[in-house]
């Protein structure tokens, strides 16, 4: 009984005593929560920072790693022709052919299709400016350049429509070739194709910039408008139209654009050629490097039968990409051509001003040497589809079958190469035609020459 009662006082002590206990026990493991949720928290943002940098990692990994694939390589091409209007196909930026597509129904169609409006409108001008107003060199030359230019993004537009299918073949062809199997073997292709747009693009802006800084001198000398630089140089940079229409800013701005993006497409359709050559001949070549490795070495006949399909089927895809390809081949050609004519004739005249003669020589210059390189690169796909014949010379006799005896007949027999609409053939035999043709043409041209220096300021 005393032990159930008590003394008050010692049972006071005693509940304080519990109360403080298991108030520090609840503070000791309040305490130790929060402890234990910080290290959790703190381990948990390290594991998603790490989770983080290593998908960064991959992600840089992935962007500078090559598969070697042809649409990989050709991809920057792309897509920089699209910034000006060329080539509307949807995600070029993938890696794989079967992701390509082309719709009327997208923005970057109906920017192609408002370019080559603008091309036209500015061509009709041209010609009603060259048949009523002025028919003289420098006119006709205009004329020709701005119809080239429509004709150039009609046939751009046009190889859009047919390019996600032929780049689908071409992945199936590159699929069943032997594998690159060297990083540096992969990079190959697309730094070839970046090396060859950088360099163009680079020295065709320099072109223009210095064309403009030419056109400064009638601008300074005589300008349409004093005090309004602006004005007259946008007014003079399109003058054949301005001469039927009433000159405003806007329409000076709209002009200067379509300037800017007739120039690259002149430019662009020289690149592309050569960016389609280099990896038909890169193709070929991949092949023929495959062949020379195992051609001392003992080989059987299923080794050349499974080698001459896939020479036919890089065979049938150059058929492919040439019927696709063929009208802007032959704009590039004949356009290089007329032009080289028409600015060797002019070399002999006199330039009203230094920047018109470093213009001049710098032009002429880059043109000769884009119009050599194109061929040589176009001329490389027959050089490299005839190479097999030399490999073939190196297997021993005893490896000598039928199979590569009809592979060798074949390869002697056909004539793979880029055409211009059937008319020519990309070989390096077309180089020597093309000077041939330049110097015929200039000697019939130097005939009629009768300026003796280019037009100054009041008689342009």
């Known amino acids: 009984m005393a032990r159930t009662t008590g003394d008050p006082a010692r049972r006071r002590r005693c509940i304080a005593r519990i109360k403080f206990w298991r108030r520090s026990r609840v503070g000791s493991d309040t305490t130790l929560g929060t402890i234990k949720y910080r290290v959790v928290s703190k381990s948990t943002k390290q594991f998603k920072l790490s989770l983080i940098k290593a998908w960064l990692l991959r992600f840089r990994q992935e962007d500078y790693k090559y598969s070697g694939s042809f649409q990989e390589a050709i991809k920057p091409v792309l897509i920089i022709a699209q910034i000006f209007a060329l080539m509307p196909v949807r995600k070029v930026s993938s890696k794989f052919a079967e992701d390509l597509t082309f719709t009327w129904f997208s923005m970057r169609t109906y920017y192609a299709l408002v370019t080559i409006l603008c091309f036209g409108i500015s061509s009709g001008y041209m010609v009603a400016y060259v048949t009523s107003v002025s028919f003289n060199f420098d006119s006709v030359e205009t004329l020709v350049f701005y119809l080239s230019i429509f004709l150039i993004s009609l046939s751009f537009f046009q190889l859009a429509r047919k390019w996600p299918e032929v780049a689908q073949s071409w992945q199936l062809v590159e699929a069943k070739l032997p594998p690159l199997k060297l990083p540096r073997e992969r990079r190959y292709l697309g730094q070839h194709i970046n090396m060859i747009t950088i360099v163009a693009t680079t020295c065709s802006l320099v072109e223009h910039i210095m064309s403009m800084l030419s056109m400064g001198y009638y601008v300074n000398s005589c300008p349409r408008w004093p005090h309004r630089t602006l004005d007259s140089f946008l007014y003079l940079n399109f003058s054949s139209v301005f001469y039927f229409v009433d000159y405003t800013r806007f329409l000076g701005i709209v002009g200067k654009v379509i ?3 007739s120039t690259f497409a002149w430019n662009f359709n020289d690149i592309f050629v050569m960016a389609v050559s280099v990896a038909l001949a890169a193709r070929f070549r991949q092949l023929n490097d495959y062949m020379m490795k195992e051609a001392r070495l003992p080989t059987t006949v299923d080794y050349w039968m499974q080698c001459r399909i ?11 990409v040439d019927d696709a390809l063929s009208t802007i081949t032959l704009l590039c050609f004949s356009n290089n051509l007329y032009f080289i004519c028409g600015k060797i004739l002019k070399s002999m005249q006199a330039k009203p001003s230094i920047l018109h003669a470093l213009y001049f020589w710098f032009s002429l210059v880059y043109l000769l040497g884009r119009t050599l390189i194109l061929s040589l690169y176009s001329s490389s796909i027959n050089d490299e589809s005839k190479r097999p014949l030399v490999i073939f010379r190196l297997v021993p006799r005893e490896y000598w079958c039928d ?6 007949e074949e390869v002697q027999m056909d004539n793979v190469a880029l055409t211009g609409m059937k008319f020519f053939r990309l070989t390096r035999g077309v180089v020597i035609s093309v000077a041939g043709t330049i110097v ?12 003796e220096k280019v037009a100054g300021c009041f008689e342009s």
Do not use: A, D, H
Request: glycine share 4%; proline share 0%; aromatic share 12%.
């Open 259 to 261: 300037n800017v993006l």
């Open 310 to 320: 896939n020479f036919r089927n890089l065979c049938k895809l150059c058929e492919e």
């Open 403 to 408: 199979e590569l005896k009809r592979f060798s």
């Open 440 to 451: 015929t043409y200039e000697l019939i041209l130097l005939q009629f020459n009768g300026e």
